[in-house]
């Protein structure tokens, strides 16, 4: 990037026009923010989750408005849903320049990593850790062979913030963390970067443990400096930027969008 250039050729930098954009769990929440807002820059965008009843809907939103989007059903947590996601976007023609991992799930609190069992330990890192890394694995191949791309990792600050009742769930996103940087560095030397949203509580389905438990929500806000949760549109610009030539000079980057809950 030439560091000459105006502010007007600086805002064009965060246009996606051209470019090809795959949201997994983009059926609502941070997801769609996301999938919404990367179509109105110009990508034509994938939307992908487990139901496509609910990603078809969200599709023909985005074209209502003008957007070219597409609408495949696939479960993260299973390696053959992903080869069958990937191979449906190469019979569609399309190669994909940016990937964001969304998809996530937050488990059903436990009184304590002691009763965690096996198949919610599974659950959880199949979606969170396994997918991501599986899918990452096989576009990055595909961006390899281009020399170019962008990878984005919606992360949380539980993966930093210890919370054993939610213990799965944050040893998952820290292997999202370290993940994204492993990564970064494997799939830097071709061109393609790949960062992470270190994500606090947001207002999203997910959120709501914790935005509809008074206790909870007074004890996370006494630790946000802005006193608010945050909103999906926050994370889908963040996304924006990391995703599009503004941030060409960063990768392995874990970026906070937390109210400033890790200050």
Not at 73 to 81: F, I, Q, Y
Not at 116 to 139: H, Q, R, S, Y
Not at 159 to 174: R, T, V
Not at 235 to 247: D, F, I, K, M
Request: glycine fraction near 10%; include cysteine.
């Amino acid at each position: 990037m030439n560091p000459n250039v105006t502010l007007n050729e600086r805002t064009q930098e965060k246009s996606l026009a051209g470019k090809v954009a795959l949201i997994t769990g983009a059926s609502r929440g941070i997801g769609l923010a996301i999938a919404e807002l990367f179509a109105q820059q110009g990508a034509e965008v994938i939307l992908c989750s487990r139901k496509l009843e609910s990603l078809e809907e969200a599709a023909q939103g985005i074209r209502a408005k003008g957007g070219k989007a597409h609408a495949i059903a696939a479960h993260m947590g299973k390696l053959e849903d992903i080869q069958q996601l990937v191979s449906r976007i190469e019979a569609l023609g399309l190669d994909v320049d940016i990937l964001v991992n969304n998809a996530g799930i937050s488990p059903p609190h436990v009184e304590s990593l002691t009763d965690t069992t096996e198949a919610l330990w599974d659950k959880v890192m199949d979606v969170n850790l396994k997918g991501p890394f599986f899918l990452t694995a096989a576009i990055g191949k595909r961006m390899i062979a281009r020399g170019t791309g962008a990878v984005v990792n919606i992360s949380t600050t539980s993966a930093l913030m210890a919370q054993p009742e939610i213990g799965a769930y944050c040893i998952s996103k820290a292997g999202l963390n370290s993940l994204t940087r492993c990564f970064a560095r494997e799939l830097g030397p071709h061109g393609i970067r790949v960062n992470a949203i270190s994500c606090g509580v947001i207002q999203t389905a997910m959120g709501d443990h914790t935005t509809n438990d008074p206790q909870r929500f007074a004890d996370m806000m006494k630790i946000n400096p802005l006193k608010r949760v945050g909103q999906p549109e926050e994370v889908a610009q963040t996304a924006l930027y990391l995703a599009s030539e503004a941030s060409s000079y960063s990768t392995g980057l874990i970026l906070q969008v937390d109210g400033g809950v890790l200050a």
